[in-house]
T-cell receptor
């Protein structure tokens, strides 16, 4: 499945580093999402963009900063992360609200 | 806020046995979606149910949406090792919302 791609697939970063996660969808969808998946927790929605505008207001620490330059690309900029931010970060896209979501393979992030 | 509960959290079955996972929402849902995540993989959309009392089948998988549109179930007949993974249900967080509230999932292990 190559509808939604994510890079990098694995990332190890120190707490003082700055890095970015990239997501690209090839499905012609209007909405894109960032999720965090930690062990033993439900999928947590972080950010939603519809037609390049941020929608929904989930409380996410400011050390996570999303960017959606167009409807096919989504970035998650990371800075001064904490060890508890280590998780699988998943990108997804959909045609719109209430439609099924298609997930990318995820970025496994480890903060040391 | 809306809550989506799934039981059981874990299920170990002998290959060939049946398996059922149940999903309950604290609020009425406009639709319910089911996803499967293989070990080391990402969630993959399986199906969406919209109508009250709806039943849909995909080969050995049977999905039901309750009459009150607050509960759902996924039943697998004669499990195979390829069914291994975590099954999630998810429902829209509100009318017009892009956010899906995911259950914690049921992790299925199949003993060959």
């Amino acid at each position: 499945e190559t509808g939604v791609t994510q890079t990098p697939r694995h990332l190890v970063m120190g707490m003082t580093n700055k890095k970015s996660l990239k997501c690209e969808q090839h499905l012609g969808h209007n909405a894109m999402y960032w999720y965090k998946q930690s062990a033993k927790k439900p999928l947590e929605l972080m950010f939603v963009y519809s037609l390049e505008e941020r929608v929904e207001n989930n409380s996410v620490p400011s050390r996570f900063s999303p960017e959606c330059p167009n409807s096919s690309h989504l970035f998650l900029h990371l800075h001064t992360l904490q060890p508890e931010d280590s998780a699988l970060y998943l990108c997804a896209s959909s045609q719109g609200h209430s439609y099924e979501q298609y997930f990318g393979p995820g970025t496994r992030l480890t903060v040391t | 806020g809306q809550q989506v509960m799934q039981i059981p959290q874990y299920q170990h079955v002998q290959e060939g046995e049946d398996f059922t996972t149940y999903c309950n929402s604290s609020t009425t849902l406009s639709n319910i979606q089911w996803y499967k995540q293989r070990p080391g993989g990402h969630p993959v959309f399986l199906i969406q149910l919209v109508k009250s009392g709806e039943v849909k089948k995909q080969k050995r998988l049977t999905f039901q949406f309750g009459e009150a549109k607050k509960n759902s179930s996924l039943h697998i007949t004669a499990t195979q090792t390829t069914d291994v993974g975590t099954y999630f249900c998810a429902g829209p967080s509100g009318a017009g919302s892009y956010q899906l509230t995911f259950g914690k999932g049921t992790k299925l292990s199949v003993i060959p």
